[in-house]
């Protein structure tokens, strides 16, 4: 492979995640961002739409920023399976040309753009919480490393597209705009091989229960949760979102939770990945226990609670009337993370 | 079977907290930082021998990581594993997720067929979960992302069940191919004494850039595709973005968050 002429490669992608013909909110919000950095590249934004039966999303893709969507409609392209997935996608690269490729890191998200970043011998860059264009016109990708305590800033120079995933909820969706796009369908040559592995089944189910040193997810609640008919709005919130149940001193105390649910210095240490704590004030003794967690969010209408400066979000408010509405609002998915 | 299994020695997560930016020439410091084996490399491994076990075979375990990771390598053969390829060269340093798929990819190679890849999805370290598929792509094979089970091999077809963002799936791929782990898949077994005193016994190989036939130039900072350029260290105390007023606005605020955390 020769140096490639990185001016000769213009434009901006985005891949459009759908699954039954849902778009993942995701990929809205890479839309947002891939016009922020085409107004700086002064470039267009393509959306790069795979399944069979999909062209009514079209619409929502312009509406969310994209110029141009790339559709590929095929039958063997209904189901997301990364090889004809990447089949199609690394056909279309050296066409067109595109000098930046976002995709979602989701868990099929991100096996696409590792197959396809490997065959196109592009670089890649994962879980991205900030994309930039340098002084000199290149992506500036900083991602996370060693959990998070360390960050780097990652450039890929001589190769295109210069290839990054974003994890849901990172960037922010704009508003839908009044606007119409262009279409584009493009050929979509499958081989036999790629049509190697088959999806059997689809299983839409819950994880099963797990500890609080386990759970990806803990909702814990503290004295601000008062009795114990409220109390089983934490539990209710921890239902809905797949995770443990856990809680400081006082509510074992009261024996709402178990000793195995309590957190902090003389109880569990946990690392999830996201941690919400309502009614708790923050005492350094709760507070080491949840310092790894990825996200922290604090609901309380004390102003003077102290996991407020520990937390990552702040909700002050009262959990009574804030903790049902959220409850509402995540029964409209199928899962918290679309 | 014939089974590899690919390991990620990193630097131990409990010693993290002394990971440190030399200020003037911005390269991390983690010397004096055991790399240890993560909690997916063993439940790979552990995957790797209980097919071993039901099917019948070997198990090699691989890794490309300085030579002090060779502990790391003996620990997988104390527990369990047949033998242990160690790819180890200074042309290596600074290898990106594509310029380590294809070092793995020729050690691969250079061992011969195989019928199964065991990875874990994601490293302790760098955590990008790039690596597995890209080594499936390199050596063309399919290859299953975030494995909770591995339900059957039956004629050449493994049965796999997999994490997506809504549930899981079931799938149906031909050997050969390349799974990697979740933490669900299993319990990893402990090493008993006489698994290391049986290790000592076993081969470990150690392979450089020659022994690969790679040139220096392919991999490493100077063959990867990406670069790094600055390196940080994140403000641990945390700024709260605080919300309040309309239940509405802060519902919607604590969506967003929720979805970042869990994507």
């Known amino acids: 492979m020769g140096p490639i002429r990185t001016e000769e490669w213009k434009g901006i992608w985005v891949f459009a995640e759908q699954e039954e013909g849902c778009l993942s909110e995701v990929s809205l919000e890479l839309l947002s961002l891939a016009k922020l950095l085409a107004e700086k590249r002064k470039t267009e934004v393509s959306a790069l739409l795979l399944g069979h039966g999909v062209e009514s999303l079209t619409a929502t893709l312009w509406a969310h920023g994209a110029d141009r969507v790339l559709l590929a409609d095929h039958p063997s392209l209904k189901k997301f399976l990364t090889l004809p997935y990447t089949r199609v996608i690394a056909n279309l690269i050296p066409q067109k040309r595109p000098e930046i490729f976002l995709l979602p890191a989701t868990s099929l998200g991100s096996d696409l753009a590792a197959r396809a970043a490997m065959r196109v011998n592009t670089g890649l860059s994962a879980h991205c ?20 305590k360390v960050m780097a800033t990652i450039f890929c120079q001589k190769h295109r597209p210069q290839m990054a995933t974003v994890r849901p909820g990172v960037f922010r969706k704009g508003e839908p705009q009044e606007k119409k796009g262009a279409i584009e369908r493009v ?40 009795n114990p008919e409220d109390w089983k709005w934490v539990e209710r919130l921890a239902e809905i979102l797949h995770g443990a149940v856990g809680g400081t001193r006082p509510p074992m105390d009261e024996g709402w939770i178990s000793e195995e649910q309590m957190i902090g210095q003389s109880g569990k240490t946990i690392r999830p990945k996201l941690y919400i704590g309502i009614g708790i004030s923050g005492v350094i003794q709760h507070v080491v226990g949840i310092q790894d967690a990825k996200v922290i969010i604090a609901i309380n209408n004390d102003p003077k609670a102290a996991l407020f400066q520990s937390a990552d979000l702040g909700a002050l408010a009262d959990f009574r009337k804030i903790v049902p509405l959220l409850i509402e609002e995540l029964k409209k998915r199928d899962h918290p993370s679309l | 079977m014939n089974i590899i299994v690919c390991l990620k020695p990193a630097p131990d997560p409990k010693r993290w907290d002394s990971i440190e930016l030399d200020p003037v020439t911005k390269a991390l410091q983690r010397q004096g930082i055991p790399s240890v084996l993560g909690p997916l490399d063993k439940r790979a491994l552990e995957e790797g021998l209980r097919i071993k076990e039901k099917y019948g075979g070997k198990v090699a375990v691989m890794a490309m990581a300085p030579p002090s990771a060779k502990d790391n390598l003996i620990e997988a053969l104390a527990m369990g594993a047949d033998e242990g390829y160690l790819l180890s060269d200074r042309a290596f340093a600074g290898s990106d997720t594509w310029a380590t798929s294809i070092v793995l990819g020729k050690g691969v190679r250079k061992l011969g067929g195989f019928d199964l890849i065991l990875c874990g999805s994601y490293s302790l370290d760098g955590s990008t979960g790039h690596v597995g598929t890209q080594l499936a792509e390199f050596l063309g094979v399919p290859n299953i992302h975030q494995v909770v089970t591995v339900e059957h091999i039956a004629g050449e077809r493994l049965c796999t069940k997999s994490i997506v963002e809504l549930g899981y799936r079931i799938l149906e791929t031909p050997l050969p191919c390349l799974i990697t782990v979740t933490r669900e898949i299993n319990t990893p077994r402990f090493t008993s004494l006489f698994g290391v005193i049986e290790a000592e016994s076993k081969p470990l190989i150690i392979w450089a850039a020659e022994d690969l036939g790679i040139s220096p130039g392919d991999v490493g900072f100077n063959g990867s595709p990406t670069q790094t350029g600055d390196v940080f260290l994140p403000e641990m105390k945390r700024h709260a973005q605080m919300v309040s007023g309309d239940p509405e606005e802060v519902v919607q605020e604590l969506m967003r968050k929720i979805r970042q955390a869990l994507g």
């Not at chain 1, 340098?134 to 959990?147: I, K, N, T, Y």
């Not at chain 1, 081989?191 to 997810?217: F, G, M, N, S, Y």
């Open chain 1, 129 to 148: 919480t900030n994309l930039d264009i340098s002084d000199r016109g290149e992506l500036m990708q900083v991602v996370p490393a060693f959990g998070g």
């Open chain 1, 187 to 226: 050929p979509v040559e499958i081989k036999p091989e790629d049509l190697r592995q088959k999806v059997i089944d689809v299983h839409w189910e819950r994880r099963p229960a797990q500890t609080v040193e386990e759970a990806e997810v803990v909702v814990a609640g503290g004295a601000g949760i008062g």
